[in-house]
């Protein structure tokens, strides 16, 4: 698998980023998707094993335009993983009382407890994105927040936390077919938001202020990746696969057998036996 891990070092100019990219699986969809499957029960098999051991804690962060596909990756990648382990937290426009707190305040609550699977679609993001492309608070109050996140991510993952960024990469001309279809499609039309249309005009503003998040908040212990996702199953492989090897270099093992289970098993047959 390519690597599109952001480097920690360096700028970055997503315009080098192919949202069309296929890496090896040029033509190769369908071997795509059994892939995927396979991701899928590997998947099911290390959050079981993330539950149990009840150690390390996962977050996930999905970013990107509208329609990018937050929504589909969290339906695809998480395909047969037991709900019990897995949150979802969507960050929307803030409540008044959030806007009366410091911006990471809503964030903290939501963050993975031991054994848990996280993921934020959408995130503290936001107040270096959407509030600054719309200059919802000055500069000098955004420009720090990059430290802010740094410092906040280092710690949850200092207490334990595995974190994980994906920046889902569409070009415009994607997303112009998607709101079609939102249009199109009566079972998209929900989906479909005329307000988004406005927020495209600032489609500009936004690559410049993801690139300087991408580039100030890739860390090695937060980095981004940057997922060319105009092909959505290409996409859905890519997430699955970084999430994937990522639980599996935790080298998690289930708990300790219960003291004298020997004596259990015993005592548990004689208990069958006598009903029997
Ligand atoms: P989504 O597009 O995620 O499916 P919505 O259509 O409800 O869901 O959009 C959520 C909106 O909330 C987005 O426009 C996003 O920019 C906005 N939002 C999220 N966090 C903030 C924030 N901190 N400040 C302002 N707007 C925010």
Not at 93 to 99: I, N, R
């Amino acid at each position: 698998m390519k690597d599109y891990r952001v480097p920690t070092k360096g700028g970055i100019k997503l315009d080098d980023y192919d949202p069309n990219d296929v890496g090896e699986y040029e033509g190769g969809k369908q071997t795509a998707k059994d892939i995927l499957q396979e991701l899928n029960e590997e998947l099911e098999a290390l959050q079981e094993l993330l539950y149990a051991e009840h150690k390390h804690k996962l977050l996930i962060v999905l970013q990107g335009m509208d329609t990018s596909g937050k929504d589909g990756t969290i339906r695809h990648v998480f395909e047969g993983v037991n709900p019990q382990g897995v949150k979802v937290a969507s960050f929307k426009v803030p409540t008044p009382v959030e806007l009366d707190h410091d911006y990471l305040w809503r964030v903290h609550q939501k963050t993975p407890a031991k054994g848990e699977i996280v993921i934020f679609n959408r995130s503290h993001y936001e107040d270096v994105l959407v509030v600054r492309v719309h200059n919802l608070v000055p500069k000098e109050t955004w420009q720090k927040r990059y430290r802010h996140i740094n410092e906040f991510e280092r710690r949850l993952a200092e207490e334990g936390a595995t974190i994980l960024k994906f920046y889902l990469h569409i070009n415009q001309d994607e997303q112009a077919q998607r709101f079609l279809e939102r249009v199109e499609k009566p079972h998209k039309h929900w989906k479909f938001n005329p307000g988004d249309l406005e927020e495209r005009k600032y489609w500009k503003d936004y690559q410049r202020a993801y690139e300087d998040a991408l580039k100030r908040t890739s860390k090695t212990w937060a980095p981004w990746y940057v997922i060319p996702a105009n092909h959505k199953w290409y996409r859905n492989l890519v997430v699955a696969a970084v999430i994937v090897e990522s639980l599996k270099n935790l080298k998690m093992s289930y708990p300790a057998d219960v003291e004298d289970l020997e004596t259990y098993h015993k005592r548990l047959l004689e208990m069958t036996l006598s009903k029997a």
